[in-house]
């Protein structure tokens, strides 16, 4: 069975910053479009940023700027490296992966079309 990773979450202070790993387990996911996704209590999950295969990138307009997804094929790891976190991005952090493809990349910011999920990593900011 696939079976994505993570690894990385903590508590930091705001304004600090933390680097979120993803290693699928498995299977290579070097054509896969990769995803982070979050989840605050209470709250819905949100798209945080995706990267496909090529290196293009995606991020919500909330993380723009602060956080920065990459990947190293060689590795079969994803990473989400977090810069001035906020206490608003405390949430249970999910790395995702994408078989399909598709020509217009809004479809990889909806957690309904990833098929791998992994367990989630917790990060909690502190004011």
């Known amino acids: 069975q696939v079976q994505l990773v993570e690894s990385g979450g903590g508590l930091v202070q705001a304004g600090g910053s933390l680097r979120l790993s993803c290693a699928p387990a498995?299977?290579?996911?070097?054509?896969?479009?990769m995803g982070w996704f979050r989840q605050a209590p209470g709250k819905e999950r949100e798209f945080v940023a995706t990267?496909?295969?090529?290196?293009?990138?995606d991020y919500a307009d909330s993380v723009k700027g602060r956080f920065t997804i990459s990947r190293d094929n060689a590795k079969n790891t994803v990473y989400l490296q977090m810069n001035s976190l906020k206490p608003e991005d405390t949430a249970l952090y999910y790395c995702?992966?994408?078989?399909?493809?598709?020509?217009?990349?809004?479809?990889?910011?909806?957690?309904?079309?990833?098929?791998?999920w992994g367990q989630g990593t917790q990060v909690t900011v502190s004011s």
């Open positions: 995702a992966g994408a078989a399909a493809h598709y020509s217009d990349r809004y479809y990889y910011t909806l957690a309904s079309r990833y098929e791998y």
């Open positions: 498995g299977r290579t996911f070097s054509r896969y479009t």
């Open positions: 990267i496909n295969w090529s290196g293009s990138t």
